[in-house]
Nanobody
Framework: QVQLVESGGGSVQAGGSLRLSCTAS????????MGWFRQAPGKERQGVAR????????NYADSVEGRVTISQDGAKNTVYLQMNSLKHEDTALYYC???????????????????????WGQGTQVTVSS
């Protein structure tokens, strides 16, 4: 049974930083795509960042490029999302996702489409006050 356990959300002032963690279990960690999506109240869910767990290739949404870094610790089956220079508009519920068995792999990295990710965490709230 695939499980994704997220942590690290919280409240921070604009300009601050947070690091989200997602520990995965129940599938072959390597050869997968993992990432983070977010959904703000009243808005559509959007991709934030993703990483190929074998290649280490990363991809970012334009809205977070330069402020966010996705990384992994393969020994811990854990993916991290380091978020700096946070803005009020980063306030959202952040979901860790995984695409197993090569589902989301594309040339140049991992797919940005949420439908390609077959397992989702429960979400962790990030609130940025201005």
């Amino acid at each position: 049974q695939v499980q994704l356990v997220e942590s690290g959300g919280g409240s921070v002032q604009a300009g601050g930083s947070l690091r989200l963690s997602c520990t995965a279990s129940g599938y072959t960690y390597r050869s997968a795509c993992m990432g983070w999506f977010r959904q703000a109240p009243g808005k559509e869910r959007q991709g934030v960042a993703r990483i190929g767990t074998s290649s280490g290739t990363t991809n970012y949404a334009d809205s977070v490029e330069g402020r966010v870094t996705i990384s992994q610790d393969g020994a811990k089956n854990t993916v991290y999302l380091q978020m700096n220079s946070l803005k009020h508009e980063d306030t959202a519920l952040y979901y860790c996702v995984v695409a197993t068995q090569g589902r989301a792999r594309i040339e140049g990295g991992c797919s940005r489409w949420e439908s390609d990710y077959n397992y989702w965490g429960q979400g962790t709230q990030v609130t940025v006050s201005s």
